[in-house]
């Protein structure tokens, strides 16, 4: 699939397409469903425990270094193809090659003068009705923290009920 000289890269690609196969998915779960399946013979104890723990601290230790590796490879892959793009284009500005370069809260302006630049355009209806949507939709859910709120004020009840009979 891909080509590459340097050995250590056709291992970290080969590692990472591996690793998001429905095989290794399914490997995984048949791992956890034999290490409980030992666990009457071990009669449960700390080594059997601590075998999968270190298993998956090493899988996901690997893991780590294999997602960023290939989200950097993606993303400058992205960045390139933009960029090609840009420079085709007669029309789209030159001064945007390299924008991932810039600081976030430079990035926060541009995307400022942008909502600005689309507020001024005459947008086709169909996006103020999705935008609009969207906003009602948004207006109904509650917030994360009132959601999270929520959940803990249901799992800890019974036990400040239970606190309060005493």
Known sequence: M???????????????RLASSTNAFLLSILAVLVWLAT???????NTWLIT????TDVVIFIMVFSIQNTQFRDSKAIQLKLNELIIADKKARDTFIGLETLADN?????????KKLLAELEV???M????????QEKAKRPSFYEQTE???DALF?????DNHKD
């Open 52 to 55: 999968i723990t270190v298993i």
């Open 157 to 161: 009840k019974p036990i400040i009920s």
């Open 39 to 45: 666990g009457p013979y071990y009669h449960f104890s």
């Open 128 to 135: 103020h009705k999705l935008h609009d949507t969207i906003k």
């Open 106 to 114: 430079e990035l926060a302006a541009l995307d400022d003068e942008f």
């Open 124 to 126: 086709h209806p169909v």
């Open 2 to 16: 891909y080509q590459t000289k340097n050995k250590l890269q056709r291992i970290s690609v080969t590692v990472s």
């Open 150 to 152: 929520h959940f803990v």
